[in-house]
Protein backbone atom coordinates (compact mmCIF):
# COMPACT_ATOMS: atom_id res chain seq x y z
CA UNK A 1 0.00 0.00 0.00
CA UNK A 2 1.01 3.09 -0.63
CA UNK A 3 2.08 6.36 1.75
CA UNK A 4 -0.69 9.14 1.59
CA UNK A 5 0.95 12.34 0.10
CA UNK A 6 0.65 16.08 1.31
CA UNK A 7 -1.13 18.01 -0.90
CA UNK A 8 0.79 21.43 -1.12
CA UNK A 9 -2.08 23.62 -0.90
CA UNK A 10 -3.01 21.34 2.23
CA UNK A 11 -2.92 24.07 5.22
CA UNK A 12 -4.38 26.51 3.43
CA UNK A 13 -7.34 24.60 2.10
CA UNK A 14 -8.39 23.17 5.67
CA UNK A 15 -9.17 27.06 6.50
CA UNK A 16 -11.60 27.40 3.38
CA UNK A 17 -12.73 23.99 4.54
CA UNK A 18 -13.43 24.49 7.85
CA UNK A 19 -15.39 28.08 6.86
CA UNK A 20 -17.44 25.85 4.51
CA UNK A 21 -18.42 23.76 7.50
CA UNK A 22 -19.56 26.42 9.47
CA UNK A 23 -21.33 28.36 6.45
CA UNK A 24 -24.41 28.24 4.94
CA UNK A 25 -24.33 27.90 0.60
CA UNK A 26 -24.52 30.67 -1.53
CA UNK A 27 -23.04 31.35 -4.63
CA UNK A 28 -18.94 31.71 -3.46
CA UNK A 29 -19.50 29.27 -1.05
CA UNK A 30 -20.75 26.47 -3.70
CA UNK A 31 -17.67 26.82 -6.04
CA UNK A 32 -15.11 27.28 -3.23
CA UNK A 33 -16.48 23.67 -2.55
CA UNK A 34 -17.16 22.30 -6.40
CA UNK A 35 -13.12 23.65 -6.54
CA UNK A 36 -12.17 21.51 -3.63
CA UNK A 37 -14.37 18.43 -4.46
CA UNK A 38 -12.50 18.50 -8.48
CA UNK A 39 -8.75 19.27 -6.53
CA UNK A 40 -9.01 16.83 -4.04
CA UNK A 41 -11.25 13.97 -5.73
CA UNK A 42 -8.02 11.67 -6.84
CA UNK A 43 -5.49 12.60 -4.48
CA UNK A 44 -3.73 9.95 -2.60
CA UNK A 45 -4.44 11.56 0.68
CA UNK A 46 -5.69 14.32 2.37
CA UNK A 47 -8.60 12.26 3.03
CA UNK A 48 -10.30 13.82 5.87
CA UNK A 49 -10.45 16.91 4.02
CA UNK A 50 -12.36 15.27 1.38
CA UNK A 51 -14.52 13.21 4.21
CA UNK A 52 -15.36 17.18 5.23
CA UNK A 53 -15.99 18.07 1.73
CA UNK A 54 -18.51 15.40 1.25
CA UNK A 55 -19.90 16.22 4.50
CA UNK A 56 -20.45 19.80 3.54
CA UNK A 57 -22.31 18.23 0.41
CA UNK A 58 -24.75 16.08 2.65
CA UNK A 59 -25.23 19.10 5.57
CA UNK A 60 -26.55 21.47 2.34
CA UNK A 61 -28.08 18.33 0.80
CA UNK A 62 -26.31 18.56 -2.45
CA UNK A 63 -25.16 15.62 -4.69
CA UNK A 64 -21.60 16.01 -6.43
CA UNK A 65 -23.91 16.57 -9.56
CA UNK A 66 -26.49 18.93 -8.35
CA UNK A 67 -23.24 21.15 -6.81
CA UNK A 68 -21.85 20.68 -10.43
CA UNK A 69 -25.25 21.97 -12.14
CA UNK A 70 -25.87 25.02 -9.50
CA UNK A 71 -21.66 26.15 -10.09
CA UNK A 72 -21.62 25.88 -13.94
CA UNK A 73 -25.03 28.49 -13.99
CA UNK A 74 -23.18 30.66 -11.28
CA UNK A 75 -20.16 30.54 -13.67
CA UNK A 76 -22.01 30.92 -16.64
CA UNK A 77 -23.95 33.60 -15.59
CA UNK A 78 -20.51 35.39 -14.36
CA UNK A 79 -18.78 35.41 -17.43
CA UNK A 80 -21.80 36.17 -19.17
CA UNK A 81 -21.60 39.86 -17.29
CA UNK A 82 -18.70 40.23 -16.43
CA UNK A 83 -16.70 43.12 -18.57
CA UNK A 84 -13.24 42.85 -16.23
CA UNK A 85 -12.83 39.13 -16.87
CA UNK A 86 -9.78 39.68 -18.62
CA UNK A 87 -8.25 41.28 -15.24
CA UNK A 88 -8.89 38.58 -13.14
CA UNK A 89 -6.78 35.81 -11.50
CA UNK A 90 -8.71 32.59 -11.45
CA UNK A 91 -7.24 29.17 -9.41
CA UNK A 92 -8.90 26.60 -11.04
CA UNK A 93 -6.14 23.62 -9.78
Known sequence: MLQDQIHPQEHRDRLIVNDLLNSQADDYKLVELA???????????????????????ATWQLTQEELF????????????????????VQDWN
Open 35 to 57: RLLIRYQDFPGARKIYQDLNKIL
Open 69 to 88: VKTREIHNKRILHSDSLDNE
